[in-house]
């Protein structure tokens, strides 16, 4: 029988409500499929940063290390400035762990509606293949002459070789394994005068390699709207840390709602951990409430699945997912329903179990 120890972060806000839920769809998916599952808590969160003055304790990448997989819900809350949160957490998992791809699906679920006129399930299905661990996150730069009228601030961006390529090889090899075996390139080569040519020549130089693969780029700015006038158009989206996240949250958004969107942060090499999480925030705004959408959290604890070599449990988890929306089991409000999160959680969980 398959093991897995998986660490269990829920973090901020919502993270919190939707966490319980990922798990207890997780639960029902293994025991069907006979796989244990033994999860770890870690409390770290702001909460834990107001206590100790730390997002996670100084050896906290040292005693995630063993498990097999991180399972997180959101980090950031008002009170924790957003880049001490974020720069405390969740980008230090990324680069120890060597998760340099994010892997963000999105797809049109039958039973939702798209702000997009005339739009219906199958129109919009992609992947955007974001570069994880460098490009324009980077804590390279500083401040001169702070709080005076000379102030000057610099933000450096990383692009190396290696970084570059093995991102873009894996959007390649993953448009290989779809039907329309397309890449959309992201750039801004007119604006950043180094980075984005580079990339670029990266890009034409890997697509050599594919000859099958049908590929093209668009500066960030029309690719946006291009994203909002034909979403049908794309298959596989690459881009860069800085291009991909913002492409990761426009594109769920044209499915109906960014909350049912997961996050894959991918060691593709697999000797370290990969961690999965929603790609949603922790939604201050309606947190302690009860109405967060779980459905992003439980489409990552799928992807978790899939990685960790189970295939079927991906596939039950997903055909839970897509029966709850298509015949309208307990949705949220975001979804245009009244339930509130353990509920969508629970009927998810009974569609596992009774099928
Ligand atoms: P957010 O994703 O938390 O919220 C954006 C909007 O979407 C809000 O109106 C929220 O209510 C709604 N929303 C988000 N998830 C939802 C769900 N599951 N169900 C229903 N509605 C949902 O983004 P925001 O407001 O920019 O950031 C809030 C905090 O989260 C900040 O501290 C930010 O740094 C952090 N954050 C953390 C991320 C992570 O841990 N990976 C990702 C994005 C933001
Ligand atoms: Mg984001």
Same mark, same amino acid.
């Given at each position: 029988m ?11 806000g919502?993270?919190k409500?939707?966490i ?47 498990f ?48 997009l ?25 500083g ?5 005076t ?20 090889k ?14 959309? $390139? /992201?750039?801004?080569?007119? @604006?950043?005068?180094?980075?984005? =040519?580079?990339?670029?020549?990266r890009? !034409? *130089? +890997?697509?050599?390699?594919?000859p ?10 029309i ?6 006038r ?10 860069s ?34 961690m ?5 925030? $922790? /939604?201050?705004?309606?947190? @302690?409430q009860?109405?967060?959408? =779980? ?5 990552? !604890? *799928? +992807? ?9 449990m991906h ?35 009974d ?5």
């Amino acid at each position: 029988m398959s093991q897995f120890n998986i660490a269990v972060i829920p973090g901020d806000g919502i993270g919190k409500e939707v966490i319980p839920e990922g798990l207890k769809v997780l639960q029902a998916a293994a025991e069907k499929h006979g796989i244990e599952l033994s999860f770890t808590h870690f409390d770290w969160s702001c909460e834990t940063y107001h206590k100790t003055g730390r997002m996670m304790p100084e050896d906290g990448l040292e005693q995630l290390k063993a498990f097999d997989s991180i399972f997180l819900g959101a980090v950031g809350f008002p009170g924790v400035p957003d880049h001490i949160s974020l720069w405390g957490l969740l980008l230090p998992i990324r680069r120890a762990f060597n998760q340099y791809v994010n892997l963000r699906p999105v797809r049109l679920f039958e039973g939702l509606q798209s702000p997009l006129a005339n739009k219906k399930p199958g129109d919009i299905d992609f992947y955007v293949v974001r570069e994880n661990v460098e490009g324009e996150y980077s804590a390279i730069g500083g401040i001169q002459y702070e709080g005076t009228d000379d102030e000057v601030v610099l933000q450096q961006s990383v692009f190396t070789r290696k970084g570059t390529d093995r991102i873009l090889k894996y959007a390649f090899e993953l448009a290989q394994t779809r039907d329309k075996k397309h890449v959309s $390139s /992201a750039t801004k080569s007119n @604006g950043l005068f180094h980075s984005m =040519p580079y990339w670029d020549s990266r890009v !034409a *130089a +890997m697509a050599e390699h594919y000859p099958e693969v049908k590929v093209d780029q668009f500066h960030i700015d029309i690719f946006t709207a291009n994203l909002v006038r034909m979403p049908e158009f794309y298959d596989v989206i690459v881009g860069s840390n800085l291009f991909g996240d913002i492409l990761s949250d426009l594109g769920p958004a044209c499915t109906g709602t960014i909350a049912i969107a997961p996050s894959a942060n991918i060691n593709p090499e697999k000797d370290l951990p990969s961690m999965f999480e929603p790609v949603h925030g $922790s /939604a201050p705004d309606i947190a @302690g409430q009860n109405i967060a959408n =779980p459905i992003g959290t439980i489409w990552a !604890a *799928a +992807m978790m699945m899939q990685h960790l070599g189970h295939p079927e449990m991906h596939d039950t988890i997903m055909t839970a997912i897509e029966t709850a929306i298509r015949e309208g089991h307990a949705l949220t409000r975001d979804m245009g329903g009244s339930a509130n999160t353990q509920q969508l959680g629970q009927a998810i969980t009974d569609l596992i179990l009774s099928h």
